[in-house]
C-alpha cells in the first residue's frame, strides 16, 4: 500500500470509502495489532505450502499504445492519519566490536551524478493524491522504467523520454482506488522486465514483457493471497528473480470486509516457472509458501545480477517488536532463505539460515528546518537487497541505542554484506552510516561485476530539506567504510505529511561498468501530494578516489563536579587516545543520584567546533547493570565554566554548570 506496513498499521492515509473498499491509494485502515510480541521461534513448522491459491492470465498490455496520464481526478485531498508506531526494543546485550559507524560527510571525489531526470509526481500526471512515494526502477542497456504509485515512465538510458508518464490503472487492467505499492525491475540473463502491484482485495497482480523493450507487449498475471478469512491484503508485493525461478514475497493481512481493520497473519512467498511466465504460458507452475505461526516479517526477495539458479530472500530477525534471532546471548541476525532445485511444479522447500549482526533498533523521526513535523523513518525490516557473484548485500534503517540499535543520530541505514552459499553462514560486513551528521533513511543498494557497491539514501535535519544523496564503496576500499557522498536532487520544502516513502531503488545498469541508476525523493512545495521524484544516473570516475586525508585527532578531556538538574554529580572522561595514548572512558562517582557510571565501550564521538561541544555515546556499567550512556560537554572556556550533561538508557538522566574542575577540547 504505497505504504509502510507494520507501521502502516495504519491509517495510510483517508479519502473515500466505496461500499467495501477503501481509496487505497490513500490507505487507512488501524491496523491494530501488526506489531505483536511473538514466542520465540521452532526449529520446525517455520515453512508450509500455502493452500488454495491459484494464479489468473489477465491479458496482455502494450505500453507503447497507453494514453497519456490525465491527472488525479476531481476529488477531496486525502488527510493523513497519525501512525502507529511500535516500542522500542530494549537492549539485552553489547555492541558487536567488528560493528563499525561511519559519518558520510559531501564531496566525493569519484562518484558522479551523470544524469538527473524528473520522475513520477505526487500531482498531475500522477493519479495518487497521495501520501508518501513509493516506487521501483529497472534499468537495462538501452531503458530506464519507473513505476511510482499509480504512474509510470519510460527513459531511454541517454535521458530521452521513450513513453511519457501513463497510469498504471491501463497497464494493470484495475481501478487506481484498488492498487498500490508498484515494483519494476529488468532481468539481464533472461533479457525481460517484471513487475507487480498490491490489488484489493485479496490479489498480486505480476507481468513480464515479452521481449526486452519495456515500451512493448507484456503478459499480465493474477494470484490470489492467502489468509484465514475472506478478505486478505498482501501488502508490498516484493519481486526477485534468479535464472529460472520468479519470486514474490507479500505481508498479508486479514481484514474484516470493509479493509477497516487488518490484523498481520503472515509472510506469503510465490516462486514461479520464470521460463513459462517468459513463454506467455497462461498458468505458469508455481508454489505458495507461508508461515503458520506468523514469525516472519517482510521477507525480501531480490535482484540477481549474475548467474545462478539458486534464489535468495532476506529477513532481518528483529524487524518485529520481539527479538527472535536465534542467539544465546541475544543479537541481530539476517535470516537467508535459499531456493536451490529446479522450478516449479516440483515442490522445493527453502533452506534457512541467520547470520548474526549487530542489533538493529527503531530508528526515531527525522527532524527538518523550521517546523516540528518530523519525517517518519518507519521501521527496521530490510527495505533493500542485491544479489551478485555470491555476495548479498542489504539495507535498512536503524534506529539508536536507546531503542535497541546502534546509530549515534535519529536514523542511520545499516549495511550489511553476506557471502552465499549459506552454509555456513559468513557475514562479511555489518555498519551503519548517517550523513554529515544528520540522519540517514530508506537506502537502496545495487552493486556491479566488480562488487563496487553503490548506496542511495535520504537524508533531512534542522538545517537541511530532506534529499537524495548516493554514497559508494569500492570494492578496493577498507571493509565498512564509505565515500563521501554526491547529491542527486537537493529538496527546498519541507514535507508537512509526515510520511517520505517506505522504500525506494538503486539498480545497475548491465554492460556499462560501474553505471548505476537510483530512484528518490525531494521536495520543492509543501502541498500535500506535491512530493516529486528523481531518477538518477550514477557513474565512478576512471581510477577511484584520491587518497583520503589523515584522519583528524580532536582531543578533548574533562573532570569535576557539576550542580545538576537532577542532583549534584561528578564526571571525569578522556577522549584522546590518538593524542596521549590513553585509553578513551567515560565515568563518574555519583552520577548525581548516588550510583556511580563506569564506561565499557566507546561507540562514537562527536566533535563541534563552532560550539566548542563534544559528545560521547558508549556502553558501561551503573550499579552493575550495563546500560548505554550519552555525555555531552561544552568547553569551559566557552561556556563559563563549563556545562556537563548524562543521558542513561535506565532513564536517568543529569545536566548542569560545572562547580569545580574543567573541560578542555582541542
Avoid at 119 to 136: I, K, R, V
Avoid at 209 to 217: K, M, Q, V
Wanted: hydrophobic share 35%.
Amino acid at each position: 500500500m504505497d505504504s509502510d506496513s507494520f507501521r502502516r498499521i495504519i491509517p495510510k492515509r483517508t479519502l473515500t470509502l466505496s461500499v467495501t473498499i477503501v481509496a487505497l491509494s490513500l490507505f487507512a485502515f488501524p491496523l491494530s495489532g501488526l506489531r505483536p510480541a511473538l514466542a520465540a521461534p521452532t526449529t520446525t513448522g517455520l515453512i508450509a505450502q500455502a493452500p488454495g491459491s491459484s494464479v489468473d492470465y489477465i491479458g496482455t498490455v502494450s505500453v507503447s499504445t497507453l494514453p497519456s496520464a490525465m491527472g488525479p481526478g476531481v476529488g477531496a485531498t486525502p488527510r493523513l492519519p497519525a501512525l502507529q508506531l511500535p516500542s522500542a526494543k530494549a537492549r539485552t546485550t553489547v555492541a558487536d566490536p567488528a560493528f563499525s559507524i561511519s559519518n558520510v560527510p559531501p564531496g566525493s571525489s569519484f562518484i558522479n551524478v551523470a544524469k538527473s531526470l524528473e520522475g513520477t509526481p505526487g500531482y498531475n500526471p500522477n493519479p495518487c493524491l497521495c501520501a508518501p512515494s513509493d516506487m521501483g526502477l529497472g534499468a537495462s542497456s538501452q531503458f530506464v522504467f519507473q513505476m511510482v504509485n499509480l504512474a509510470g515512465i519510460v527513459y531511454t538510458t541517454s535521458g530521452a523520454i521513450a513513453k511519457p508518464a501513463f497510469s498504471l490503472e491501463d497497464f494493470w487492467f484495475a481501478e487506481p482506488t484498488r492498487m498500490s505499492d508498484p515494483q519494476v525491475l529488468y532481468d539481464a540473463q533472461g533479457g525481460r522486465w517484471f513487475a507487480s502491484i498490491l490489488v484489493l482485495p485479496n490479489h498480486v497482480r505480476f507481468a513480464v514483457s515479452a521481449n526486452s523493450d519495456p515500451t512493448g507487449i507484456w503478459y499480465i498475471y493474477q494470484v490470489s493471497a492467502f489468509g484465514p478469512g475472506p478478505t486478505t491484503l498482501p501488502d508490498q508485493p516484493f519481486i526477485g528473480y534468479s535464472n529460472d525461478k520468479f519470486l514474490i514475497s507479500t505481508n498479508n493481512f486479514s481484514c474484516d470486509p470493509t479493509l477497516t481493520i487488518c490484523v498481520f497473519f503472515s509472510v506469503e512467498i510465490w516462486v514461479f516457472n520464470k521460463a513459462q511466465m517468459m513463454a506467455g504460458a497462461f498458468a505458469p507452475a508455481f508454489n505458495a509458501f507461508f508461515n503458520p505461526g506468523g514469525l516472519f516479517f517482510r521477507v525480501d526477495p531480490m535482484q540477481q545480477l549474475t548467474p545462478g539458479n539458486d534464489a535468495f530472500l532476506v529477513w532481518n530477525c528483529e524487524s518485529i517488536s520481539t527479538n527472535v534471532c536465534p542467539f544465546t546471548p541475544p543479537t541481530g541476525g539476517i535470516t537467508v532463505f535459499t531456493f536451490s532445485g529446479p522450478p516449479p511444479p516440483t515442490v522445493v522447500f527453502p533452506s534457512i539460515v541467520t547470520v548474526p549482526i549487530a542489533l538493529t533498533g527503531t530508528p526515531n523521526n527525522a527532524d527538518q528546518p523550521g517546523t516540528t513535523t518530523k519525517l517518519n523513518t518507519n521501521d527496521e525490516r530490510i527495505i533493500s537487497a542485491v544479489w551478485s557473484n555470491n555476495r548479498i548485500w542489504t539495507a535498512l534503517n536503524d534506529g539508536p541505542f536507546l531503542n535497541g540499535g546502534q546509530c549515534p543520530v535519529a536514523s542511520c541505514v545499516r549495511l550489511d554484506q553476506i557471502a552465499t552459499p549459506t552454509t555456513p553462514a559468513s557475514k562479511l560486513q555489518d555498519f551503519d552510516f548517517y550523513s554529515n551528521g544528520a540522519a540517514a533513511f530508506y537506502g537502496a543498494v545495487s552493486t556491479d561485476s566488480s562488487n563496487n557497491l553503490v548506496a542511495m539514501f535520504e537524508t533531512s535535519s534542522s538545517t537541511v530539506f530532506p534529499s537524495l544523496l548516493v554514497t559508494a564503496q569500492l570494492a578496493t576500499m577498507t571493509p565498512q567504510t564509505l565515500a563521501p557522498s554526491s547529491t542527486v536532487k537537493a529538496g527546498s520544502a519541507v514535507d508537512m505529511t509526515g510520511r517520505w516513502g517506505d522504500y525506494y531503488y538503486a539498480t545497475t545498469q548491465p554492460g556499462a561498468p560501474s553505471t548505476f541508476w537510483i530512484s528518490g525523493g525531494y521536495r520543492t512545495i509543501t502541498l500535500f501530494q506535491g512530493w516529486q521524484t528523481r531518477i538518477g544516473q550514477i557513474t565512478f570516475a576512471a581510477g577511484g578516489p584520491s587518497p583520503p586525508p589523515p584522519p583528524p585527532c580532536p582531543e578533548s578531556d574533562g573532570n569535576g563536579n557539576f550542580q545538576g538538574n537532577n542532583g549534584q554529580g561528578n564526571f571525569a572522561f578522556d577522549n584522546d587516545k590518538c593524542e596521549d595514548g590513553d585509553t578513551n572512558s567515560v565515568s563518574s562517582s555519583n552520577r548525581g543520584d548516588g550510583q556511580s557510571f563506569q564506561s565499557t565501550q566507546i561507540t562514537s564521538t562527536q566533535f563541534d567546533q563552532a560550539t566548542h561541544a563534544t559528545s560521547i555515546t558508549g556502553i558501561g556499567v551503573s550499579n552493575g547493570v550495563v546500560v548505554g550512556f550519552t555525555l555531552v560537554a561544552l568547553e569551559s572556556s566557552l561556556t563559563t565554566p563549563g556545562w556537563v550533561s548524562f543521558s542513561f538508557s535506565d532513564g536517568y538522566t543529569n545536566a548542569g554548570y560545572l562547580t569545580s574542575g574543567t573541560i578542555l577540547l582541542h
